[in-house]
């Protein structure tokens, strides 16, 4: 059987009534190609025949271009397997070398940048976010998730493809899934909604940039937990918000102080049912203090419900957004932390005078989700095998942080506060002066051990140090001896 070339035919352009043979230009487009990094070493080029097909040429010109670039070192060749670029070329080759007309190298140092790009962040690099393992923060216990159950519905899903599941999907989300998040957050959270209200999203930083692009104008004040989540606020700092950092006490988000430092603020973002990083649930007395602010500001809340179905000391707590008589709350919610990260699909609950100003930001920023992701999740949903995998996940959370608990009292003394344990998937460590929570974490990190520091996620001049441990991707005979690892590193050992 003859074997079928994987080689890719690259843009060569042709000019005829160019003074420079044929030969010269095939040579000149493929050198200039490699140099530039748009071919690179190993990757197979067409034959001589095929590249005379695609350019109308004879191959004549093709020939003697391949022949040169064989002799400089461009090309090499495999007995019967073809011709490939070189890959004993240098990978630091670059366009320095030599020009060609209109061909410039561009000069990154001095390239400037537009007048919002002081508001762009770096990447976060730093060593804690690499890990895996204890306690490295948002992992869920992936052994258990039920992957035969999820590949068969994958499998059912594909067996029944139909040509109408290749164009673009629903904006706001395929209508089964939806309907099933309605019922499960009507159920589950006291959300009040309909399937009409739900859009379907890749997670809470998606749902927060379209919100953000729909109700906020540039330098409109944001409220903004304190501490609070670090990538919300990277997100609210890119759409052009006036951050505002309002404290966070063991009753959740001080509304009198958000008012006395903003009381018009547009919009206010909260975690209300497990703070993070500190972990704490909002009181009732202070949601319906929020929703008050709101309904008299005229103003918006958007509440972020990333975890909220583990809570281990008793039923998970209502939403912040079933209390809502007002319609001022926007829903979030994901499946990253009950299912799995790269499932990247989350949901957002909006009030119904503001669903087609969200679907039309939406559609303007990506259209749809995955179709193939939304099927499955709608039958995982009604099938009853979320609620199920909810209840095991439940009970061996519980079960991980009883653990991490009792071997935190076992190998600290009392100044060394837990913080944060009722719910979630992690507990915050707080650390007595004169202890630095980055420096532990960095030295944690060299030692496989995992945890974040708390101060990188405060705002204000009043920063509190400790440690982020999370325990739904740690199992149970590791948590022990990652606690004994973690004492004797901020004992400095």
């Known amino acids: 059987m003859k074997k079928i070339s994987t080689a890719v035919v690259p843009i060569i352009a042709i000019d005829r009534r160019n003074k420079r043979p044929l030969h010269r230009q095939i040579y000149e487009a493929y050198r200039y190609a490699i140099l530039r990094g748009?071919?690179?070493?190993?990757?197979?080029?067409?034959?001589?025949?095929?590249?005379?097909?695609?350019?109308?040429?004879?191959?004549?010109?093709?020939?003697g271009a391949y022949e040169e670039l064989l002799a400089e070192g461009y090309f090499e060749t495999r007995i019967g397997?073809?011709?490939?670029?070189?890959?004993?070329?240098?990978?630091?080759?670059?366009?320095?070398?030599q020009s060609s007309p209109g061909l410039v190298a561009p000069n990154?140092?001095?390239?400037?940048?537009?007048?919002?790009?002081?508001?762009?962040?770096?990447?976060?690099?730093s060593p804690w976010i690499k890990g895996s393992g204890a306690f490295s923060i948002g992992q869920s216990a992936f052994e258990h998730f039920p992957i035969q159950i999820w590949s068969r519905l994958v499998s059912r899903y594909a067996r029944n493809l139909r040509t109408t599941s290749l164009h673009y999907g629903i904006t706001a989300g395929r209508a089964d899934l939806r309907a099933a998040l309605a019922n499960y957050l009507r159920s589950a959270r006291a959300v009040h909604c309909e399937p009409e209200q739900i859009m379907v999203v890749s997670g809470s930083q998606h749902a927060l940039h379209i919100a953000a692009m729909a109700l906020l104008d540039p330098g409109d004040k944001v409220w903004l937990e304190d501490p609070g989540y670090w990538l919300a606020r990277r997100v609210l700092?890119?759409?052009?918000?006036?951050?505002?950092?309002?404290?966070?006490?063991?009753?959740?988000?001080?509304?009198?102080?958000?008012?006395?430092?903003?009381?018009?603020?547009?919009?206010?973002?909260?975690t209300p049912s497990h703070q993070f990083p500190l972990g704490v649930t909002m009181s009732l007395s202070r949601r319906l203090q929020l929703l008050d602010w709101a309904q008299k500001s005229g103003s918006w809340i958007i509440e972020d419900d990333y975890d909220s179905e583990y809570r281990y000391e008793s039923r998970?707590?209502?939403?912040?957004?079933?209390?809502?008589?007002?319609?001022?709350?926007?829903?979030?919610?994901?499946?990253?932390?009950?299912?799995?990260?790269?499932?990247?699909?989350?949901?957002?609950v909006v009030p119904p005078d503001l669903v087609e100003r969200f679907l039309a930001v939406r559609q303007t920023i990506d259209v749809t989700q995955s179709d193939l992701q939304q099927a499955v999740l709608a039958e995982f949903i009604s099938e009853g095998h979320f609620a199920r995998h909810l209840r095991r996940m439940r009970n061996l959370y519980s079960e991980r942080r009883a653990l991490l608990e009792a071997h935190i009292r076992k190998w600290f003394e009392e100044e060394f506060e837990i913080i944060g344990d009722q719910s979630g998937m992690h507990l915050t460590l707080g650390l007595p002066k004169p202890f630095s929570d980055i420096e532990i974490a960095n030295r944690a990190a060299r030692q496989n051990v995992w945890t974040w520091p708390l101060s990188p996620n405060y705002y204000g001049s009043e920063v509190r140090q400790g440690l982020l441990l999370g325990f739904g991707g740690v199992a149970k005979e590791d948590i022990p001896r990652g606690v004994r690892q973690l004492r004797r590193v901020i004992e400095g050992n």
């Open 237 to 270: 700092t890119l759409s052009g918000a006036d951050i505002v950092p309002v404290p966070v006490d063991k009753e959740g988000l001080d509304v009198a102080k958000g008012i006395q430092l903003a009381r018009r603020a547009r919009l206010a973002f909260v």
């Open 38 to 63: 748009e071919l690179r070493g190993g990757q197979q080029v067409p034959s001589t025949r095929l590249l005379a097909e695609e350019l109308g040429l004879s191959r004549i010109p093709i020939i």
């Open 81 to 97: 397997a073809g011709t490939f670029v070189s890959r004993s070329l240098p990978e630091n080759l670059t366009m320095c070398e």
């Open 316 to 348: 998970p707590l209502a939403s912040l957004q079933g209390l809502d008589p007002d319609a001022r709350v926007i829903y979030v919610g994901t499946f990253s932390k009950v299912l799995f990260p790269s499932v990247r699909t989350g949901y957002m």
């Open 108 to 125: 990154t140092k001095t390239r400037s940048t537009s007048h919002r790009s002081a508001a762009v962040p770096s990447i976060d690099r």
